[in-house]
């Protein structure tokens, strides 16, 4: 079974458009377990445009599966993220003026710093994962630094539309995650993954796990969050047949 990981991010997206207090992604995160997904994501960003430190706190006391935190290599966020104790911190890049996360991190740029944040985590036991291109370089430096996983950006891959350019990111991506898994990290992935597209990258085997948000929060506003969620595990479970 490919696991889901539900980002709650634009729930919260929605509530700050009026600075009020509904929708609330607690609400959102619960009704997604419900529907069977079998953990959390949100991304906590330094200019705090969706999710809000309280947000945090609230969402990891109140769901039933895991939390996946997102969040810059900063000192700030290292800091809160010891503090609030996510089952898992993914770390992701970050520039202030972009619209959602653009592409992975540069783990070859930075191996150093990044291993000390590994073993501050690994010091209170939270898992450390890494956002990465599909390349090479990366999957070997993110071995070097000692992640625990990567999470492989499909975010190219979602907004190809012809056929023969899907087939060669797609093959990057399952190179990757096989060469991944090869040298002992555990694969995810994820980034503007729809019903559709899913379905080829939840056919890889070394993949265990995806991020899904933005889509399904989208599929939420017409159909409810548990409908939304359980059409993406059924398209998740289509691919992997």
Same mark, same amino acid.
């Given at each position: 079974m490919t696991r889901l990981f539900v980002n709650v991010d634009h729930v919260a997206t929605i509530r700050e458009a009026r600075k009020t207090l509904e929708p609330s992604p607690l609400k959102a995160?619960?009704?997604?377990?419900?529907a069977g997904a079998h953990g959390i994501t949100i991304h906590l960003r330094e200019d705090r445009r969706h999710i809000q430190d309280d947000d945090?706190?609230?969402?990891?006391k109140g769901i039933n599966t895991r939390l996946n935190l997102?969040?810059?290599?900063?000192?700030?966020?290292?800091?809160?993220?010891l503090k609030i104790q996510p089952y898992q911190v993914s @770390?992701?890049? =970050?520039?202030? !003026?972009? $619209?959602?996360?653009?592409?992975?991190?540069?783990?070859?740029?930075?191996?150093?710093?990044?291993t000390v944040i590994r073993?501050?985590?690994?010091?209170?036991?939270?898992?450390?994962?890494?956002?990465?291109?599909?390349d090479l370089s990366q999957v070997d430096a993110s071995q070097r630094v000692k992640a625990d996983s990567i999470e492989i950006n499909t975010g190219m891959y979602s907004e190809l539309d012809s056929l023969s350019k899907?087939?060669?990111?797609?093959?990057?991506?399952?190179?990757?995650?096989?060469?991944?898994?090869?040298?002992?990290?555990?694969?995810?992935?994820?980034?503007? @993954?729809?019903? =559709?597209?899913? !379905?080829? $990258?939840?056919?890889?085997?070394?993949?265990?796990?995806?991020?899904?948000?933005?889509?399904?929060v989208g599929q939420a506003v017409?159909?409810?969050?548990?409908?939304?969620?359980?059409?993406?595990?059924?398209?998740?479970?289509?691919?992997?047949?």
């Open positions: 995160a619960l009704l997604a377990e419900r945090v706190v609230m969402v990891k997102e969040m810059a290599a900063t000192t700030e966020m290292v800091d809160l993220a @770390l992701v890049p =970050e520039k202030r !003026q972009e $619209i959602t996360t653009e592409g992975g991190l540069n783990i070859c740029s930075q191996e150093k710093e990044l073993e501050k985590m690994h010091d209170q036991g939270i898992l450390f994962s890494l956002f990465i291109d599909p899907i087939e060669v990111e797609l093959d990057r991506i399952k190179t990757c995650a096989k060469s991944a898994s090869q040298c002992g990290l555990k694969v995810y992935a994820g980034h503007g @993954l729809t019903y =559709e597209s899913v !379905q080829p $990258i939840a056919g890889i085997v070394e993949i265990e796990e995806l991020n899904i948000g933005h889509f399904i017409y159909v409810g969050m548990e409908s939304a969620v359980l059409q993406m595990i059924r398209a998740i479970e289509s691919g992997r047949r």
